[in-house]
C-alpha cells in the first residue's frame, strides 16, 4: 500500500474530474478536433479497463497538455509546468531529463522526493486555491480511496458476501457497476456497515475511526443508549460522519480518531528528551523539536508528574519571583473570561491526547504560568506568546494586554483561537512555516493554513467568500490533530501510544 504522505497527496492534489477536462482539452489541441470531452474520455479509459489516475500515470503526466506545456494536470492545486522547471532547476537540468527520471507519476514524486528538495506544487492560475466549504476540505483529507476499498474489501471477506473471494479491483469494479464513486458508496453505505472486526463504520482512510466517532457523539447526546442508535440517526438524517464532524461535530467539542498511531513512522525513544522527527512532513511541519535547548518532549516531564499538566493562573508577583525580566508594571492576571478560555483549551487537549491537567497553587511547581503581557513594552509583536521560564519543566503562557480583543475571547473570535494557538506551543507544537534547529520541515504553501492548522498564521478563507470559515470558530484542525496523536497518542503523557521512554 502507498504511504501515509503518498496517500494524502494523492487524495489532495488528484481530481479525477479536472483531470478529465484536461486530457479532454489536449486530446483535442494534438488532434485539431473538438470532440473529445471529459465524458468521451471516461467512457474510452473504462472501456480499457483504466482509471483517470491509471491513465495520469500512464500517459497524461508527460504529454502535452493543451497549452503546449509539460504534463496534463491533475488538479487546480498541481502546475505540473512548473514543478518539473522548479525540480530541473534544483537538480541542474532539463526538464525533459526531470520527466524521465519520474517512474511512477508526479504526485508519488513530490510526496517522496520533491518536498525534501524544498520544491513545492502550486496552483495553476499561480494563486492559492481553497475549498468552498470545510466539509469538502475534510472529505478530501479524510477519505482516501485506496484505504477506504482495502477495509470494505476486508469486510465483505469477513462476511463472506456472495460466497466468493473479494480482493480490492472486484470491490471497486462493483461500486463502480453500481454507479456510484467511492465516496458516494460510503456515504451512502460503507459509513454505517460493519466492519471485519465486527465494528460499525468502514473506515474511510487511517485518520478517522468511525466507530470511535458514532461513541464520542453518544457520550454528549441524550436519548440514545447505544452506537448503534446514533448510527441509525447518522443513517436517518443521510449524513456521513466525515461531513457531520466539519459541520457539528467540531463545534461540539468531539474529533475523529485515528485507527492507528502507528501510522506515522519515527523513533519513539527518546532518551535525550528531544522529540523525535517522524519522517511524514505533515507532522515534522508541527514539531518542536528542541525548543532552545530547554524545553524537552513533555512525555520525559510524565515520568515523574504520572499524566498530569500542573497550572496556575498567575499573579505579577508570581512571574516576577522566577524571572525578574519582566516589569512587573505590564503583568496582569487573566480574568474570567480568559481562564474559561484556557479551560477550554485543556479540556479539548485532554480528549485529544488523555493527559491530565490540574490547578496547583505552588509557582514553582506549575508546568504552566497563564498571564497576561504587555506586548509593546516587550518591544513585541505578538497576541500570545509561550516561552520557556528560568525554571526547569516550565512556561509562560501569555495573551498581549494591550490588545483590548484579548479580554473577552469567547468561541467565534480571534482571541479564542489564540488561546488555542498558544496552548499548542504548551505541548509541543510548532508555527508550520517556521524551521527550528534541525527541523526543516515546512507545510506546502496551498496547506499552509489554520483549515489545516491552527498553528498557521494564514487565514484560509477565500477573498470575499469568509462566510464558511472564521478563524476562532474552532479548536484544533486535522493535522493538530495527527501531530498530537503523534507525540501522546490518546493515552497521556509517556503513554504507549505517543512517543515513550525508556
Known sequence: MASTAVNFYKSLLFSESYYLKEAAAALNALEGTTTHTAQSVANDLAKAGMTAWDDFCAWGYKAENADGGYGVNPSEFFDLNTYYEDIAQVNNTNVANVITSITNDPITHYATEGFVKGVNPVSVDGEVVQHNSRADLYADFYFNEEEYLINKTAALNAENY????????????AIQDAGMTTWRHFCKYGAFEKDANGDIGIDPSQYFDVSKY?????GITEGYDSVESIMKAFKTCKIDPITHYAKYGLNEGIAPRATS???????????????????????????ITAWDEGWPNLNKVGLSQDNTLYYKFATAQDVTSIDKGYNEKYITSSNATQKAAFLDSMDVLNYLTGIKFQ?????????????NYNAQEDDGDWTGLTTLSQLENQQFVMLDNSNSDNDKPVFGTDAYSTVFHEMGHALGLNHPFDTEGTNLAVLPQFIDNAAWSIMSYTDPAKEGNESWYVSGDQYYSPLDIITLGYLYGTDGLNGEEGITYA
Do not use: C, H, R
Not at 458514532?214 to 453518544?218: A, C, M, R
Not at 523525535?276 to 508541527?286: H, I, K, Y
Not at 490547578?359 to 498571564?371: H, V
Open 162 to 173: 456472495k460466497n466468493m473471494t473479494w480482493t480490492v479491483d472486484k470491490t471497486y469494479d
Open 359 to 371: 490547578e496547583i497553587s505552588s509557582t514553582k511547581d506549575a508546568n504552566i504560568l497563564i498571564f
Open 214 to 218: 458514532y461513541e464520542e457523539k453518544l
Open 261 to 287: 498511531f502507528d501510522a506515522v513512522d519515527g523513533n519513539k525513544l527518546d532518551p535525550n528528551g528531544e522529540t523525535p522527527m517522524s519522517g511524514n512532513q505533515l507532522v515534522d511541519s508541527l514539531l
